[in-house]
């Protein structure tokens, strides 16, 4: 489904990174090395390397990988490109000063076991940065999976992540215009949590 999506030449989400990773990301330690989870076609991975982070970039898709790497060409930046599914990728522990999650909607068994090792990747003082969709977008009909067992809610996130900080931690409404996927008004929640 991924390759399928990810085939055309354009960005199927843009090329602008996530409104809130963006305004966020400063949270980070500055020149920290952040790894971007389920990372799509790169805009997230490549901004974040832009802004001078040693970033490695994770995704299932090789039309995702190959249009980031593309992506990070044309930015004049080095990301590490990873093609692997989240369900085999090991978390290297204590290792992360940052680990984001952008729209990486999963399964809830595999989302646990992905929260859990990111909690445990994070070195002291990282941070972790999710902004997803919660149940209540199936309403808006903007972008997400229709599938109400892949979208979070703050509780959620609350119980994956328990040993960690919360920076941030809200859920609210706000326009997300990215590329053709998300495409207007959505309910989504926000985290930023420190270790």
């Not at 090789?62 to 593309?70: A, L, S």
């Not at 992360?96 to 952008?102: A, F, Q, S």
């Not at 903007?142 to 328990?162: E, K, S, Y």
Request: some cysteine; charged content about 25%; glycine content about 12%.
């Amino acid at each position: 489904m991924w390759d399928e999506r990810y085939r055309a030449e354009d960005y199927f989400y843009g090329t602008d990174p996530n409104d809130f990773l963006a305004a966020e990301a400063s949270h980070i330690p500055p020149g920290g090395r952040v790894l971007c989870l389920a990372e799509g076609e790169g805009r997230n991975a490549v901004w974040l390397a832009r802004q001078g982070y040693r970033v490695t970039a994770v995704d299932a898709s090789r039309e995702g990988v190959r249009k980031g790497e593309r992506l990070a060409g044309q930015h004049g930046v080095s990301v590490v490109w990873v093609h692997a599914d989240l369900a085999d990728y090991s978390i290297e522990p204590g290792c992360w000063d940052g680990i984001v999650g952008i729209f990486a909607h999963l399964p809830p068994a595999l989302r646990r076991q992905v929260h859990g090792a990111a909690a445990a990747g994070l070195r002291p003082g990282g941070v972790v940065i999710i902004e997803a969709y919660t149940p209540r977008q199936l309403d808006y009909g903007t972008g997400g999976p229709p599938d109400p067992a892949m979208l979070v809610n703050l509780a959620t996130l609350r119980a994956d992540f328990p040993g960690l900080r919360p920076v941030i931690a809200r859920e609210r409404e706000r326009a997300v215009i990215e590329g053709r996927g998300h495409t207007g008004l959505a309910h989504v929640v926000q985290w930023v949590a420190r270790r």
